[in-house]
């Protein structure tokens, strides 16, 4: 009997345990709250289908505690995983539905810290469907976009932050290659004033692409086949012109302004990406245009320096993969400096031909802008009859000619200014030769060759020596000398494609 009683307590006892282990709450390591309510019965269940590759049955599950318990805790977490099991899902119309379910999880809740995450998976979901830089860039594009937004609106998120840059890198290459590709396209078949939109819209744009020297290199070709260009055409001649002829003047002014861009192009080079393999060749394409050559700071060679280094070379695998891959190869993005988040504005073709016209025949207003003359008129004189637009104009009348009346000039008419007389006030504004003792001296002998920009002259007082040593004792403004250019350099390097040169 006192074996019967025993046994009862002991079971007892076990039921009692197991009540207790019934109504522990257990803890929801993604809600971090405790809870033991219908909705996170749900929940749990939805999240175990999710880990066992069941979208379908954790999707119904989640929806269904949406539906049911709209005031839950748990509403936001459901409609973020909704988004995630579509996400994991994969495939384009998969992929499509993850980034209609996070962007309603942004406008809902735009507050949570899971906004910034919803917003880099909408941007990774982009870069994920990108293509090679000579297909579709839909997706690139929209990628880029995504990736600023995600940096812009939420900066106060520091990993994601770092982790949207360095995705926005590797997208800006492709666009950047893209870009290149198609300036090189109009270069060889000498459509220059394209070729040059594209090229200075893309080194303004991705100023850390891997090909910048290569694509400011090809922006100094364009401006030299239209240095060729137009010394190909003939110069008027009064007694037989020749058609498309050009003046003496304007001819020289045009030459003059396409060797000033494109010495520019090249200089830029020399002084933004000294340690890249197109700096010699800009050396040698200047001093070829007797332009000065610049000198990069030190500032200048560790920035380039940083920039090659975090540079990959895509191993032999992956350059076999990339025959069959539909991604691009990304390997040579930069790691380090910030993306470019503004665009600039666009070099248009005919925008940027025009400006230089304007230049060359000395017009004023801007580099990209026409200055345009409004002209008020008066009154009609006394006696004269107001014109009509109906009137037919009278007989052997130039329709050009100004009316004038007797002994007024024209306001807007250009008359030269008369040559000082001896004895008198000097124009300000007329352009005289230096009249120190130096240029005296020199007479005719002929002017010293250009120097080297933002070298140190020889023959300086020793005031100004030891005023430049101490302004070069500032990393950011010192001069690099070609010893730490060339020791900066890599060893081997990429192999460069032939560009014809002028």
């Known amino acids: 009997m006192s074996r019967r009683v025993s046994s009862i ?27 033991k309510q219908p909705d996170k019965v749900l929940f749990d269940k939805a999240m175990d289908a999710m880990k066992h590759n069941r979208f379908d049955v954790a999707r119904m599950t989640l929806q269904t505690l949406i539906n049911t318990y ?20 994969g495939g384009t119309a998969s992929l499509a539905q993850a980034e209609q379910e996070y962007r309603d999880f942004e406008t809902f809740f735009p507050n949570m810290p899971e906004a910034a995450e919803a ?24 990628a880029e976009d995504e990736y600023r937004n995600l940096i812009m609106q939420y900066p106060d998120n520091p990993k994601l932050v ?17 870009e290149f590709d198609i300036g090189r396209f109009y270069f060889y078949r000498l459509s220059y004033p394209a070729s040059i939109a594209r090229l200075k819209t893309l080194v303004e744009k991705y100023p850390l692409y891997s090909r910048a020297d290569e694509a400011l290199y090809l922006l100094g070709q364009d401006y030299e086949g239209q240095i060729a260009q137009m010394r190909a055409r003939p110069t008027c001649v009064k007694t037989s012109p020749h058609p498309g002829c050009v003046g003496e003047q304007i001819k020289a002014n045009m030459i003059e302004e396409l060797t000033k861009e494109a010495s520019a192009a090249y200089s830029q080079i020399i002084t933004r990406y000294p340690l890249m393999d197109r700096g010699d060749d800009a050396k040698k394409r200047l001093a070829a245009l007797h332009q000065p050559i610049p000198r990069p700071t030190k500032a200048a060679v560790a920035q380039n320096r940083k920039e090659e280094e975090s540079r990959h070379e895509a191993s032999t695998y992956d350059r076999l993969m990339s025959v069959v891959k539909k991604g691009p190869d990304v390997a040579q993005a930069a790691k380090v400096g910030d993306p470019t988040l503004v665009d600039p504005t666009p070099v248009a073709a005919n925008q940027e031909a025009g400006a230089t016209a304007m230049r060359a025949m000395g017009m004023s207003g801007g580099e990209h802008s026409l200055s345009v003359e409004t002209v ?24 050009f000619a100004r009316s004038k009346t007797a002994n007024a000039p024209d306001p807007n008419e250009l008359t030269p200014t008369p040559a000082a007389k001896p004895g008198g006030t000097p124009d300000p504004n007329e352009l005289t030769p230096a009249a120190d003792s130096q240029t005296v001296a020199a007479g005719s002998q002929p002017l010293p060759p250009p120097v080297q920009v933002n070298e140190i002259q020889q023959g300086q007082p020793a005031s100004a020596s030891s005023s430049s040593a101490t302004a070069s004792s500032d990393s950011s403004t010192s001069l690099a000398s070609d010893k730490d250019v060339s020791s900066s350099k890599k060893k081997k390097k990429k192999g460069l494609k032939k560009i014809i040169s002028f």
């Not at 197991?18 to 809870?35: D, E, H, I, Q, T």
């Not at 709209?70 to 899902?89: C, H, M, N, Q, T």
């Open 162 to 178: 770092k982790e949207g840059k360095e995705r926005l890198l590797e997208v800006q290459e492709v666009l950047a290659e893209r």
């Open 119 to 142: 917003q880099l998976k909408i941007a990774n979901i982009q870069y994920q469907q990108m293509e090679k830089a000579d297909r579709d860039y839909t997706h690139a594009k929209r």
């Open 376 to 399: 008020t008129a008066g009154p009609p004189a006394a006696n004269e009859p107001a014109p009509r637009s109906d009137a037919p104009p009278p007989a052997n009348a130039d329709p």
């Open 9 to 35: 307590s002991v079971l007892a006892m076990l039921l009692l345990i197991m009540a207790a282990c019934s109504n522990k709450k257990s803890v929801n390591p993604l809600a971090n709250v405790g809870s």
């Open 70 to 89: 709209p005031d839950s805790e748990f509403i936001a977490r459901a409609k973020l995983a909704v988004g995630d099991s579509w996400y994991a899902e």
